[in-house]
């Protein structure tokens, strides 16, 4: 007679057959009125989390210079780098990317009161 295997937990004893109890939510028609679990400030993983809502900005900008001069330090010295940043380039922009600059002469030359020359 062969013994079924079981799940220990860290102290060597058996785990229930349900050691993370599922508490109803809206969801599976229960008495929650939580829509999304992860809005739920009651349950196991996310109870005590309650990060601050800022924006991007807010969070960069006092340490932007620090990580543009790091940045462009690895891009000057490291490869791997150097060639994540220009393959990244490449995707968005293109490879063969040329600007054709064909400037309005006329409103130019009316704005600055500079004579300015097609050609």
Known sequence: MSKIPQLLDQYG???????I?????AL?????????DAADNTGIHTGNWNPLLTSPDVELNPWRDR??????DLVRNDGWASAAVT????NAIGAVFRPISKPDYRA?????GFAFDAS
């Not at 004893?13 to 050691?19: D, F, G, T, Y």
């Open 13 to 19: 004893q058996p785990l229930s057959k349900s050691p």
């Open 21 to 25: 109890v599922n508490k109803p939510t």
């Open 28 to 36: 599976n028609g229960g008495w929650g009125h939580i829509p999304y």
């Open 67 to 72: 990580i543009v001069s790091r940045v462009r």
């Open 87 to 90: 393959r990244t380039l490449d």
């Open 108 to 112: 130019l030359s009316v704005q600055t």
